[in-house]
């Protein structure tokens, strides 16, 4: 199986490339930003047309949330115009395309996990150009998977959210985390496990839109203090001493957020027959891989 994966640099692209590389039935072309462009259709056009990829894995985004209320056209020209000329690529070639897609293009007044056919009313710029891009590739090639998923962290790529509490873990003692965001830490891992065993499942049983997140919920807050007792499990040098709940108030952002996005994942699990670990689970995975063995 030929594969062209894009965004090979990212949080989820990395996994990808790494657990795709391993694989000898497959063909990989692994981009990243310095070998595709995606501020550049024809570049687009010309990779997929010179590859012929039969599968295309959109790993690559502008994900930076209010940044992106900064930049809307930059955000627009990755996150929408980009997955649109991918697509439109993808039918001239025959290929699928699988592209990645986020719980912000969600407004999070539910209180319930949202389906897959959920209505759609993202709050920033961000989630907007998210959601174009969506539309773009349901617009452009019938052969697509869009695939959900939410609050991402991993132990590669630049930054996330993860990374940054055990790096002010062990320089300050005190942090204020918001606790009225609720939604459900994924390991860009366990993301790109699920994109690898739906591989094989891709055809017109299967196109569509999923929700893909590790399983249970948690708020920011929460997500915050149990970074912070893994790490002291593993032994980190930690100065904090008190995590401090906070309201989405009192932490103004340029970029609104939904309060609420918990994606329910019931129709991946019935394709692929498993449940995602619980997202603790996955931490203290991520956290042994950042930081070496868990202790015994
Ligand atoms: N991060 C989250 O919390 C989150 C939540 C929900 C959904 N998602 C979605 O999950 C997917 C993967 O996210 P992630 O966390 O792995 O993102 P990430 O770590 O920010 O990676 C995105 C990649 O896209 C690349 N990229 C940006 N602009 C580009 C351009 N003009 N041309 C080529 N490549 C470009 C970046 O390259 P550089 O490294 O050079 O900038 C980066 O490697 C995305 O679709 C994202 O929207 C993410």
């Given at each position: 199986m030929k594969i062209l994966l894009i965004g090979a640099g990212g949080q989820v692209g990395q996994e990808l490339e790494q657990l795709l590389a391993h694989d000898r039935v497959i063909e990989l072309l692994a981009c990243d930003r310095t070998s595709l462009d995606l501020t550049q259709p024809q570049a687009i056009a010309d990779q997929v047309a010179a590859f012929r990829p039969q599968v295309i894995v959109n790993a690559a985004a502008y994900t930076a949330v209010d940044k992106a209320e900064a930049e809307p056209d930059l955000a627009?020209?990755?996150?929408?115009?980009?997955?649109?000329?991918l697509a439109q690529a993808a039918t001239q070639v025959g290929a699928s395309l699988v592209h990645i897609s986020t719980d912000y293009v969600f407004d999070g007044i539910q209180s319930v996990p949202y389906q897959e056919d959920s209505p759609c009313n993202p709050l920033g710029v961000y989630g907007d150009t998210k959601r174009a891009g969506e539309v773009a590739v349901m617009a452009a090639c019938d052969r697509h998977i869009i695939l959900r998923t939410a609050w991402v962290y991993g132990a590669k790529g630049k930054g996330n959210f993860a990374k940054t509490i055990l790096r002010l873990a062990q320089e300050r003692d005190?942090?204020?985390v918001v606790y009225d965001q609720i939604g459900t830490p994924t390991w860009a891992y366990d993301i790109a496990r699920a994109i690898v065993a739906l591989l094989p499942q891709l055809g017109p049983e299967t196109y569509g839109t999923y929700h893909f997140t590790?399983?249970?919920?948690?708020?920011?807050?929460?997500?915050?203090?149990?970074?912070?007792?893994?790490?002291?499990?593993?032994?980190?040098?930690?100065?904090?001493?008190?995590?401090?709940?906070?309201?989405?108030?009192?932490?103004?952002?340029?970029?609104?957020?939904?309060?609420?996005?918990?994606?329910?994942?019931?129709?991946?699990?019935?394709?692929?027959?498993?449940?995602?670990?619980?997202?603790?689970?996955?931490?203290?995975?991520?956290?042994?891989?950042?930081?070496?063995?868990?202790?015994?």
């Open positions: 627009q020209a990755i996150n929408a115009l980009a997955p649109g000329a005190r942090l204020r590790n399983s249970g919920v948690a708020s920011w807050y929460d997500f915050a203090v149990a970074i912070v007792e893994e790490a002291q499990v593993l032994g980190l040098p930690l100065t904090l001493e008190e995590v401090e709940p906070i309201t989405t108030a009192d932490y103004p952002t340029p970029a609104r957020r939904p309060a609420y996005s918990v994606l329910s994942g019931e129709k991946i699990a019935g394709m692929l027959g498993t449940t995602p670990p619980h997202w603790r689970q996955s931490l203290r995975q991520m956290l042994s891989e950042l930081y070496g063995s868990m202790p015994s």
